[in-house]
């Protein structure tokens, strides 16, 4: 009996062994959680030392590391960490030349480093594959890589910002990032190109500005399209080229105060934008570069470039859906390269350009399609009278504004004059009258001879050019009449001229 009693508490005390062992095995994650602060805050160099005994298993942190301050030079003691569910904020340390100690991190929510005046290097980072809301690296003066975050491909929630890092001269470091919702490249004095953008492919926003070193965007090849993109005040910036097959820019493309920039070359694949605005890059001669734009949907300004010699580089615009602004460019002497624009879907605004002579280029907008016109402070603009401007004034669909242009075009009765020039004045007492008018599909057109004649009807738009005979030969005495079904042509101003024996009347017809 007792033998058996003796076994029995060996089974027991074995059982128990068991037990304990696989509770330590199941309860283990716990218990090494248990070992790891929820967030914590480092200001000294003693409190990263003392990090690994206060709590010897910790790596994976739930919330937010914070580490500041001048004292600390090193992050040796956060070795053990793999993950940080929060941000990692690394800011204003003095004299941390490097992030030796983080090689084991393999993930964080967010990624900042501020003003680290001494930071050189962040190639510690190397094993970090994963951050989900954003990557902020601003004022760092000293860094000269982004060597580092290679294994980063996307950052689906927030932005990657790479700002005021003054010793950065490219983006090597982000080879693999393929997709960014918000991409922010601002303020850094050094940057040449964008050489480590390669992978990158689309992106929400890309916003390219303050760079006065850059001089090409030349790391984009890969970028295909994009929600807004804004190129602003760089200073340096002689060429677009870099993102030779972005084809298409679903809302803004802000091309903004480039002093060196001399053309839009790059862009050349460029086929649709959303909303597209090329104002105050003071070298800008010329719009090459858009040569393949057809479409874009909201508005086109053109504004501030004061030595812009002409429009010719967008010849393959077609429509525009709002607004089409043209202002303040002081070199344009026409507007060639617009002719084949035949809708806008707003206001065409032709204000402030001191050499613009004529408009000729904007003949072929349908003027139905305009909504409010300005032609105004334009002191050599003489030449006014296209077909776009003629058939508006004959037919507004809003408010018309010229004023302060040259004679010929200083009003919208000069211009309207200058519309009918071409036309055939009437010089006979030829009895001629249309009904209805103004008219939408059909007009009829009488008129009544006193004796047997031979006449000519002749339709003519507001240039003078001849667009439909409708009668030609010889006429009984009497009343005759003749119905115009316009269908095909657009809404405007129109001219009625009748040739005859007895002498010639015109009459003026409006298609609504």
Known sequence: MEQKALHLRQMLSALKAIIALIAVVVFLPTILQSQCPTSIFFSTQAEIDNFPIEYPYCEEILGEVQITGDNITNLNGLSSLTSIGGGLTIWYTGNLVDLSGLENLAEVDALVLSENDALTSISSLSNL????????????????????????????????????????????????????????????????????????????????????????????????????????????????????????????????????????????RLDSVGNLEITQNNYLLSLGGLENLRIIKNSLTI???????GLDGINSL???????????????????????????????????????????????INAGSIENL?????????????????????????????????????????????????????????????????????????????????????????????????????????KHSFTWSPESLPDGMYYGVLRSEEGVSVVQLIKQ
């Not at 002497?333 to 904007?362: A, V």
Request: aromatic content about 6%; some cysteine; charged content about 15%.
């Open 129 to 268: 594959s994963q951050i989900q809301s954003w990557i902020t690296i601003i004022e760092n003066p000293n860094l000269n890589s982004l060597s580092g975050l290679e294994q980063i491909t996307t950052i689906p929630v927030w932005w990657v910002h790479i700002s005021d890092n003054d010793n950065l001269i490219n983006l090597e470091g982000l080879n693999n990032l393929s997709y960014v919702f918000q991409f922010f490249i601002h303020d850094n004095d050094n940057i040449i190109d964008l050489t480590g953008l390669e992978s990158l492919d689309s992106a929400t926003w890309l916003s390219i500005s303050d760079n006065n070193s850059l001089d090409n965007l030349n790391g984009l090849s890969n970028l295909t399209s994009i929600t807004q993109l804004s190129i602003v005040s760089n200073n340096e910036l002689s060429s677009l080229s870099g993102p030779d097959n972005l084809s298409y820019v679903k809302q803004h493309v802000s091309i903004e105060n480039n002093d060196a920039l001399l053309s839009l070359a790059g862009l050349e």
């Open 318 to 364: 077609e429509k525009v859906g709002h607004h089409l602004r043209i202002i303040s460019c002081d070199g344009l002497t026409s507007l060639g390269g617009l002719e084949g624009l035949t809708t806008i879907g707003g206001d065409l605004k032709i204000d402030f350009n001191n050499s613009l002579q004529t408009l000729s280029g904007i003949d072929n």
């Open 374 to 478: 300005s032609i105004t402070y334009n002191p050599q603009l003489t030449t006014c009278e296209v077909q776009s401007v003629c058939d508006y004034i004959a037919n507004p669909n809003g408010n018309i504004q010229i004023y302060v242009n040259a004679t010929g075009c200083n009003n919208s009765v000069e211009v309207t004059e200058a519309c009918m020039v071409g036309i055939p004045e009437s010089f006979s007492e030829l009895d001629l009258s249309i009904y209805p008018n103004p008219f939408t599909t059909s007009t009829t057109i009488e008129y009544e001879l006193t004796e047997p004649t031979h006449i000519q009807l002749t339709i003519y738009n507001t240039i003078g050019e001849a667009i439909y005979t409708a009668e030609e030969g010889l006429m009984p005495q009497g």
């Open 303 to 309: 504004q501030g470039n004061i030595y812009l010699q």
